[in-house]
């Protein structure tokens, strides 16, 4: 053999040697090999996992919500309910329902007939329950919430969605407001949020965008606050309806989010105009 041949055949054995040495062999919890045609071996992004309920003890939550009328001035949380949210009081109390159509009443009205709350107890601990509309009259929840994050349509009459804005309050203190449900989108919108005692949030992404076609500069900012804090702004950015209509920001590093802290987004706008603003939380059981 050459000399060149040699050398060939000795870099080819070093080659195969590391190869060898590289190789990984998987094994299930069994201690049985994983072959390469093994579901098991299919890979997916972490948050695609969480959002599958792949992963034990985490989840995804989307948050969004519209204020139709920020306007110059002062700053107003994203949420149907206009101005600053109300929704952050200090104790838990049973809460009302009320819609202002007639028709969204349960079994004989054209409109809303039962909607599903979510919030949180008196603890902090997630908790939710199903509400039958009773139209103008208001209707009370069996379970009390120290907060409210959604609620939304679960069964209708013939519109297939309610027919008034359903708001929803404490029963005690009436001006706490948790929610208004606009008339036709069977779900809240509400860009706040409070993280569940027994969990931690991970921030990963925030938009948020002028939602209709009014000329405008917006400027929007993220506030948050942990138990006993004041709120801080955690972050601004700015919109022009000539321009940047829309913003999207990823978060490559997740900023945590405590227990029980609560997060909004709120605007403020050169001219009347509709905002819209939407985040994503990861939550991960402690």
Excluded at 65 to 72: A, E, F, H, L, Q
Excluded at 80 to 104: K, L, M, Q
Excluded at 115 to 134: F, P, V
């Amino acid at each position: 053999m050459s000399f060149l041949g040699r050398i060939k055949g000795t870099a080819n054995e070093l080659i195969d040697s590391i190869s060898n040495a590289l190789k990984v062999s998987l094994h299930d919890g069994s201690g049985n090999a994983i072959g390469s045609n093994n579901s098991s071996l299919n890979v997916l992004d972490y948050y695609t996992r969480v959002a599958q309920g792949l992963v034990p003890g985490s989840k995804i939550i989307q948050k969004y919500g519209k204020n139709p009328s920020v306007s110059s001035g002062t700053y107003s949380t994203i949420w149907n309910g206009g101005g600053a949210y109300t929704g952050f009081p200090t104790g838990a109390e049973t809460v009302t329902v009320t819609s202002s159509s007639i028709d969204d009443v349960a079994t004989t009205g054209t409109g809303l007939w039962t909607l599903r709350i979510y919030g949180l107890s008196a603890t902090g601990l997630e908790q939710s329950e199903d509400i039958i509309m009773n139209g103008t009259t208001a209707v009370t929840s069996t379970l009390s919430y120290l907060r409210l994050n959604r609620a939304k349509g679960l069964t209708a009459g013939a519109l297939l969605h309610n027919d008034g804005d359903i708001t929803i309050r404490q029963s005690i203190t009436t001006t706490t407001i948790f929610a208004v449900m606009p008339a036709t989108y069977n779900t809240t919108m509400i860009a706040a949020y409070t993280v569940p005692s027994d969990k931690n949030g991970y921030l990963l992404s925030q938009r948020a965008s002028i939602a209709n076609k009014n000329a405008a500069t917006v400027a929007m900012r993220i506030k948050s606050r942990s138990p006993g804090v004041l709120f801080t702004v955690g972050g601004e950015a700015a919109l022009n309806s000539t321009g940047t209509g829309y913003i999207n920001i990823n978060f490559k590093i997740p900023s945590k989010i405590p227990p029980l802290t609560d997060i909004f987004i709120e605007a403020e706008a050169s001219t009347n105009v509709a905002v819209t603003a939407f985040f994503d939380i990861l939550l991960v059981d402690i």
